[in-house]
């Protein structure tokens, strides 16, 4: 991989070895976290429910798959499957970022973008920022569990309407799923066309409308539950 | 019309370049792009100063010699080659800034001229067909679909400039790639190398430095053969298909 002119041919080149293979790992564990996200915005809706529909939920994650899986094996191998994508989407990214540095070391003085979304050019940075937001995330409501406003952590129903209604918190998260649509908006319709999927002008016309529709529904589907505890719509 | 033009101006490969500010005066709308460069160079002559070193060869936008960033836009503002881009695209008073190609597998040779060889490596690699030489096969000896035909002909009017690259905010070269794997892909000659050439094409590629595609859109853009980003998704379906057959 190197970033100067070559005057040598490739011999034996490796379709797995291609810029094209680490493409197509995004590609797929992409896509994984589109269909993981549709999941958890769904059981996030339970809250509209109330408290005991919302904790019952949260006690069915541990209990699915039994007894096929022992107590909380389905949600072990899910977990699983996300750091197995996490981990391959995020190293991939970082190959191609440093590539893509590297095949343009002396910038433009004067550089238009004459076609591209604001989304497409913010893959990085604006994954790099999902990536921190999903480790607070994770402090926030799986372990160790945060209460910014200092009460209990023990209710998951409780916990996040007292996250939602510090005004601060609701925004850093809104700020979030803005970031998550505008990633998804790319994103999905460039898995597609890296998939192969997009080879005419109307398939291609059709994943990005898709794209912009699942970015849409994601980032609405998450901040509702946010904006109505702040409005005082779901309370404890 | 007055122009102010802001070029970049580099002695050789190892010497370090800036831009340089020329006034240019009397220049008349119905020039190209490129006569409007040699009428400064001509005053640049006069004067007994360096003229500035830029690639052109058809001037009929079959070539793809020329290419030239222009105010941020590969060849600049229209769809179109450098060469047949009119100075009445721009206006009188205006000030334009000349860059050449930015991309590290297509290294500075000198002012605005860039070593594109690196495309011609790619070709090499699998641009092609085999057939034996001989007496011309007849045209119709094998049936296309006009579909097929269609798209691998349009796909063929890549002319191999490297605006996509410079366009590409990866640096990458999928869009030319793709240009050729799609041609000869549509093709019943083309089938026979089909797996080997994507694979080999990419390969080389990568090798050179060139980036990796994210799906911007930018090269389609660019493109003033108006390749569309079609081809990259055909480069990638190419690409999968040979990983299934093991290559
Ligand atoms: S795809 Fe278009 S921009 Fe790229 S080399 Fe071919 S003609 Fe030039
Ligand atoms: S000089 Fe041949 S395409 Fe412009």
Same mark, same amino acid.
């Given at each position: 991989m190197t970033s100067v002119a070559t005057t040598d041919l490739v011999r034996g080149g490796r379709s797995t070895r291609t810029t094209i293979a680490l493409k197509l790992t995004m590609a797929v564990s992409g896509l994984v976290f589109v269909l993981w996200v549709l999941a958890h915005m769904y059981g996030n809706l339970k809250a509209f429910a109330g408290h005991d529909a919302f904790d019952e939920y949260a006690g069915h994650l541990r209990t699915m798959g039994q007894p096929i899986f022992p107590h909380a094996g389905a949600l072990w191998i899910i977990r699983a499957i996300l750091v197995v994508a996490i981990v391959a989407h995020v190293t991939s990214a970082v190959i191609l970022w440093r590539r893509a540095e590297g095949a343009r070391t002396t910038r433009y003085q004067v550089k238009k973008n004459?076609?591209?979304?604001l989304s497409s050019r913010t893959m990085r940075w604006g994954g790099l920022a999902l990536l921190l937001f999903i480790a607070w995330h994770l402090i926030n409501?799986?372990?160790?569990?945060?209460n910014v406003t200092g009460g209990?952590?023990?209710?998951p129903y409780d916990l996040v309407v007292d996250s939602f209604s510090t005004w601060w918190l609701t925004l850093v998260y809104l700020v979030a799923m803005l970031a998550l649509g505008m990633h998804i908006r790319h994103g999905f319709w460039s898995a597609c066309q890296t998939l192969g999927w997009t080879s005419t002008t109307r398939a291609r016309h059709r994943a990005k409308s898709a794209g912009i529709f699942l970015a849409v529904l994601i980032a609405g589907g998450f901040s509702l539950v946010p904006i109505f505890v702040l409005a005082g719509v779901i309370t404890k | 019309m007055t122009l102010t033009l802001k070029i970049w101006r580099q002695a050789d490969a190892a010497a370090e370049g800036r831009l340089h500010t020329y006034q240019l005066d009397? =220049?008349?709308? %119905?020039?190209?792009f490129l006569e409007m460069l040699d009428v400064l160079n001509e005053q640049l002559n006069a004067a007994g100063e360096e003229p500035v070193a830029f690639d052109s060869d058809?001037?009929?936008?079959?070539?793809?010699?020329c290419s030239l960033m222009i105010n941020g836009e590969a060849h600049g503002?229209?769809?179109?080659?450098t060469c047949q881009?009119?100075?009445?695209s721009f206006a009188d008073g205006d000030t334009i800034t000349i860059e050449p190609w930015r991309a590290a597998p297509f290294p =500075?040779?000198? %002012?605005l001229v860039v070593d594109r060889s690196a495309f011609d490596r790619i070709i090499q690699s699998g641009g092609y067909i085999s057939v034996n030489t001989g007496a011309a096969p007849d045209a119709h000896a094998i049936p296309v679909p006009k579909q097929n035909a269609d798209r691998a002909f349009d796909m063929a009017?890549?002319?191999?400039?490297g605006a996509c690259v410079a366009a590409c905010p990866n640096g990458s070269a999928s869009l030319f790639v793709g240009a050729k794997v799609t041609h000869l892909g549509?093709?019943?000659?083309?089938?026979?190398?089909r797996d080997h050439r994507v694979v080999n094409m990419v390969a080389q590629h990568d090798h050179e430095g060139f980036g990796g595609c994210t799906n911007i859109g930018e090269c389609a853009a660019a493109c003033p053969k108006e390749i569309p980003l079609d081809v990259i998704s055909q480069l990638n379906r190419d690409l999968r298909a040979a990983m299934r057959h093991g290559h």
């Open positions: 004459k076609h591209s979304s409501f799986s372990a160790p569990r945060v209990s952590t023990a209710d | 009397e =220049v008349s709308p %119905d020039m190209s058809c001037r009929e936008g079959i070539c793809g010699m503002p229209e769809v179109t080659t881009l009119h100075m009445r =500075v040779l000198k %002012d009017t890549c002319i191999g400039c549509e093709l019943p000659q083309g089938q026979a190398e």
